[in-house]
Every structure is written in C-alpha cells, then in structure tokens.
C-alpha cells in the first residue's frame, strides 16, 4: 500500500511513496485534487479544490524557481514588502516587544547561514537549537533551511538529560543556545543545561551562545555582524530534510520525527491561511512554544510563507498577571489568538474581569490545540474571549501530521460550529474510525480508533535512524491506514469529535509526554520498586503516579524525590500529581492500566472487566490508597 504523499523535485508531478520500500510511485499532480473531491463537504469541493490548485500552481512555479523552503518564507516577501512586519517578539516584559522586519529577517538568517557554514555546518548536517522563543531562534531554523541542515528545536524547558539524548540521537556537531532564557520574570541559566548536555555528547563540536540578558550584542550576534548579509541558498529536493523534531511514543525513547521540504511548507501554509482565515496584513498570534510543532507549524512556517505577521510569544498566561494574553491582544491588535485548553482553564479559574478589562475587537478567530477543550472551557473561550463573535476553531492534529488535520474550518461562511468539536476534516483528510476487529466503522454516530486512509502532503516521512519503528507505529495495526494513536467518535452529521489517546501518551498541559519516560525517572528513584503512570482528568494538568516502594524504602521525602528525578530527566511540568502504591496486573504481568486511570479519575463503577487480574486484592488496595490520599490532601 503506497501512504506518503509528497511533492517531488521540481513539483511538475506528485508522487506516493511506499512506506516499506520508500520507492516513489509517480502519479500526477492531480492526486490531491481527487483527494479533495472525495471529502464530506462536497458542496464547497469545488471551490476548494480551485483554491488549492492555484495554490499549488504558485508553489509550483517558485519551487521550481527558487528550491528553498528559505526562499518561499524570507526572499520574496523582503522583496515585496521589506518594512513589512514579520515576527513581533512579545518579550516577557509586556511593553517590550521587538518587531523586526522581513528584510532585518532575512539579513538575520543570512548572517547566522554564513556563519554556520563558514564553521562547517554541510547540507545534511542537523543543527540542535535548545532557545526559548526569540528572533534569533527563528533565524537559526531559517538559516539551517538556507544552507539545507536539518534543525532539531529542543523544547528550552527539557533537562539536560533529555537534551543529550536528543542530541545524540540527531547526531548533532552544532548546537545553538542562549545564556539565559527568561520566563514569568524568573530567569534560568539555559547555557548550563548545555553545558551538562554536551558533557556527554561526543559528537558536538561547537555551541554557539545568544546573550538573552546581555545589553550589547555579543556571543552568536557578534560573530554574525562580521557576516555578509547575502547567503546563497542551498538547492534543495522537495524531498531533503527540512527538519527533525522529538517526540513522545509509547516507550520510553523519544521518536525524532523527520519532515522535509516541500509538502510540509505546503501543508503549513494552506492550514493557516484557511482554518484561521488569515488575511494579508493580519497579525497571528500563536502563544506556543517555537519547541513544539504548533510553534514551527504555525508561529513560524505557515505564517512566514504567506508573509504574515507572527508573534513571537516568550512569557506564560499569568505573568504579570491572568490578563496578559488579553493585554497583549489590546496592544499589538492580534486577529486570530491560538492557544491550548489547559491555559484557558487555568485563566478561566481567574475570572471574566481580567478578559474584560482589554479592548479584544481585533480579534476574529479564535484557536485551540494540543488536547481536548471541553465544553466549559470552550464556551467561556468563546462568549468571553470572542464576546461571542469569533469562530472557536478546535484544531486536532500531531507532530506527525505536520499541520491541521480536522477543525470546523474552512467551511461554508457561518456553518455551524459545535463546542467541544474539531469537526470537519482539512481537504484532502479522509478520516476513519476502526473498530475493535480493525474494521473501518461505516456508520455515522460511531466510535473507534482515529486513522488517516489517505496520504496528505504535510505528513512525517520517517522516524530518524529507524524507520521500521515509524512503518511499525503507523502503518501496521491497521495496515493501509495511518494510525494516529487517538480515539474519535463520528457524530450522526458525520462530524469529528477527539476522545483522547488510546495509547500510553498523555498530554500534561497541552504537552505530550510518555508514560514510560515519566516512569523511567520515577522509578530511578532508589526507593521505588516499580511504578506506573497514567493521565487523570485535572482542571489545569493530570499526572498519576501509582508507586510501589521496595521493602526497606522509607517514605519520608518519597515525593520530593519523585519530583525531583522528573524534572531532572525531562521536565517540570511532567511531575505527578499524586502518588499510590500498589498495581494491579494480568496475568502475564502486565499493568492494568485502564483501571488505574479509572481510579485516578474516582470512577470506581467503571473499572470494567476485572477477570484477567492476577490479584483482584491489589485494586481495593489501590481505591484505598487512593482514598486515603484524597483525604490527606483535603484542606
Ligand atoms: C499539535 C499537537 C498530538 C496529540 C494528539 C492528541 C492531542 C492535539 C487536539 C488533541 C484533542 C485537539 N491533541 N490537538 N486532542 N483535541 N484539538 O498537539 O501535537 O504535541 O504531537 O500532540 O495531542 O492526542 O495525538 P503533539
């Protein structure tokens, strides 16, 4: 079954790709436009499909031209519009921001290019980039892009643990930091996370330093002012790495996810334009993390190539205090705002006063990602925030998928958008819902397993250094279909609703981390004997953390402990929440994961089928336990 479609060379054709044998199969160019005219939405078919053929038609003709993912973001918009605003960096200070220009971007990135490559940096080399969000950071990706290196961006809040082994798995030779980042008013020395990282990194060469808190420029900026400001790109292949980005898979090492050119450039910047309506001269602000795939999808890519204006944002939802989003909204006039659930439920906890208090009138879309929004949340997102009067776009889509693959637009103008409901998928989507049989489930009104049966251009290409785990992951419990560890349910007007993982990836604040990787360092604890981690519904994050201890272990100081190895291996924000201490098991020795979660979540009538359970004593253990913790932690 060929699955992975991608734009070739000179993008005069499309070709499929064999997953297994990764041999291209030519088909022509108007694959996807078959793809779009076999979508739910037939009535605007038509219409989208002339939409994407033009925009095909452009890409086309500058990728022929020019064959750079640079080009196509930097180039022709500094040639058109070199004043024109592209990233506006919204410092942690609020009143502080940094607006620099398409051709200041473009000089940036030619700089940095130069200098990368002058100091070695080769087409196929991949450049690790551990920075929080920052004009420079930006210009490190692009610059990478313009002399064809692969990035790795490292979220600048994993430990050094987890940055080397991200490192060492990229086989990165150059990493580019900054001394310190600053966050919430807190400032934390990222250049000795590196430090500790590298130690044990034998493939890297050199690390270039950004000074963040220095007043003059120095480090990486000095370096670069001695830099021509003409950089001739790299031709690249439709198909050359663009980039590598890490993420969580269901064991315990990170999957560095590989996208390339083309098709993702594409992906990126057709699901801006038309899931937020985005219009020339609107200013998009999406609040993630340049570390994840929200910020490169749609902070930097999909925004640069339609020559957008982005921000660029470096602070948190509640520093100074709960109205700084909407502070920031007043103050750069933002019209599409695209943010993840758990900060609106964490503002929504502060009340309307602090939404109320800005002028929003800018706004006209209004975005949500990264986990299910549920409906309280939503409502008060859209009645509050959008005074009722902004589209509510729940997005759903993974590092995999490159971009947006369902939310309720584009639609018809004022089709009906339901709480809660990514909804409509993206053209060229076709979803199915497998069943427990791995049969596709045909009925509207139905749930299963979320799977894509169709290729689309944005879609990863491999697993860095093992792409039969990615054939493995994707394509073999369901084969012929792109399974994307999901559950959804298809509502009687054939609509999407996204249920959760059906794997053991949990989601911690709109982040998505292992289950394992947390156990891996709970269980680095020396008094733990084994552990088990699963995700509880919680109003801001949920992690549960079910602990057995070993015989000796004293207690005293577990859960700091605990804590500690998390955030030392990979971040704070993964720490539990909550701790117990025994697992029930099958049989074979498995953990029963499914009636830990039920636990965590206090739905004891819903544990389900006990039968398999080597000791059925150990779950009343564990109600117990939990109880009794419940009832500790009651103010
Ligand atoms: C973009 C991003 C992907 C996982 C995904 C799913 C969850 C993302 C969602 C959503 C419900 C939405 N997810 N968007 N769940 N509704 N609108 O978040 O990528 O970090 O790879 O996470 O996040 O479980 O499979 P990534």
Redesign the pocket.
């Given at each position: 079954m060929a699955l992975g479609l991608c734009l070739c060379g000179n993008w005069t054709s499309v070709r499929l790709l064999s997953v297994s044998t990764r041999e291209p199969l030519l088909v022509p160019l108007t694959v996807w436009g078959k793809v779009i005219t076999n979508t739910p939405a037939k009535s605007a078919c038509f219409f989208f499909f002339l939409i994407l053929l033009n925009a095909l038609c452009e890409y086309i003709a500058s990728w022929q031209k020019e064959k750079n993912v640079f080009l196509n973001c930097l180039d022709r918009h500094a040639l058109s519009s070199p004043e024109k605003v592209a990233l506006i960096w919204e410092k942690d200070e609020p009143g502080s921001e940094v607006k620099v220009t398409y051709r200041q971007l473009l000089e940036m990135t030619c700089r940095a290019g130069n200098l990368l490559r002058r100091r070695g940096v080769k087409k196929g080399d991949c450049v690790t980039i551990y920075m929080p969000p920052c004009p420079l950071a930006v210009a490190s990706m692009l610059a990478c892009a313009r002399i064809g290196a692969a990035h790795n961006v490292v979220f600048a809040g994993f430990s050094a643990e987890a940055l080397a082994e991200r490192i060492r798995d990229a086989q990165s030779s150059t990493v580019i930091t900054v001394n310190e980042s600053v966050r919430g008013g807190k400032v934390t020395r990222l250049k000795d996370t590196v430090d500790e990282a590298v130690r044990g990194c034998p493939t890297v060469r050199q690390v270039f330093v950004a000074m963040r808190t220095d007043a003059q420029p120095s480090g990486i900026l000095q370096e670069m002012m001695s830099e021509d400001v003409v950089c001739e790109p790299a031709a690249m292949d439709s198909e050359d790495v663009l980039f590598l980005l890490y993420?969580s898979g269901s064991t315990g090492k990170p999957k560095g996810l590989v996208h390339t050119q083309a098709g993702y450039l594409l992906y990126a910047a057709l699901t801006h334009k038309y899931v937020f309506d985005y219009r020339d001269g609107d200013v998009f602000g999406c609040v993630a993390d340049i570390g994840?795939?929200?910020g490169h999808s749609y902070v930097v890519y999909g925004p640069l190539a339609n020559g957008g204006t982005s921000v660029l944002f470096e602070s948190t939802p509640i520093y100074p205090d709960p109205g700084r989003y909407w502070e920031m909204v007043e103050r750069l006039k933002i019209n599409q705002f695209y943010g993840a659930p758990t900060a609106i439920r964490l503002l929504l906890k502060y009340g309307d006063q602090w939404v109320r208090k800005y002028d929003r009138s800018s706004l006209r879309t209004l975005g949500?990602?990264?986990?299910?929004?549920n409906k309280e949340a939503w409502e008060w997102y859209h009645a509050v925030v959008g005074e009722g009067r902004c589209p509510v776009v729940?997005?759903?889509?993974?590092?995999?998928t490159g971009g947006i693959c369902i939310a309720p637009r584009p639609s018809e103008p004022h089709a009906e958008i339901v709480p809660g409901m990514?909804m409509r998928p993206f053209f060229g989507i076709k979803p199915a819902l497998m069943d427990g049989e791995g049969r596709a489930v045909t009925s509207d009104d139905g749930s299963g397993a979320l799977c894509l049966t169709q290729p689309w251009p944005g879609m990863a290409r491999s697993i860095h250094n093992d792409h039969q785990r990615f054939v493995d992951t994707y394509f073999k419990t369901y084969p012929g279909y792109f399974f994307?560890?999901?559950g959804a349910r298809r509502s009687e007007e054939g609509y999407y609703q996204?249920t959760?993982?059906l794997d053991d990836v949990i989601?911690v604040s709109g982040h998505?981390v292992g289950t394992a990787e947390i156990e891996d360092a709970v269980n680095q604890c020396s008094a733990v004997a084994e552990s088990a981690v699963v995700g509880c519904a919680h109003p801001v994050k949920g992690v549960y953390a079910f602990v057995v201890l070993k015989q000796d272990a004293r207690e005293a100081g577990l859960v700091a402990q605990i804590n500690d190895s998390v955030s030392d291996k990979i971040a704070k924000y993964a720490c539990p929440d909550h701790f117990v201490r025994r697992l029930p098991k099958t049989r074979s020795g498995k953990i029963m994961r499914r009636v830990l979660r039920k636990v965590a979540e206090g739905d004891l009538d819903g544990l389900g089928d006990l039968s398999t359970l080597d000791d059925p004593a150990t779950v009343q253990e564990v109600i117990r336990g939990h109880r009794d913790l419940a009832a500790e932690r009651r103010p």
């Open positions: 993420t994840w795939i929200t949500s990602v990264g986990e299910p929004i729940d997005t759903w889509w993974q590092t995999e990514a994307t560890g999901d996204i959760g993982r989601n998505r």
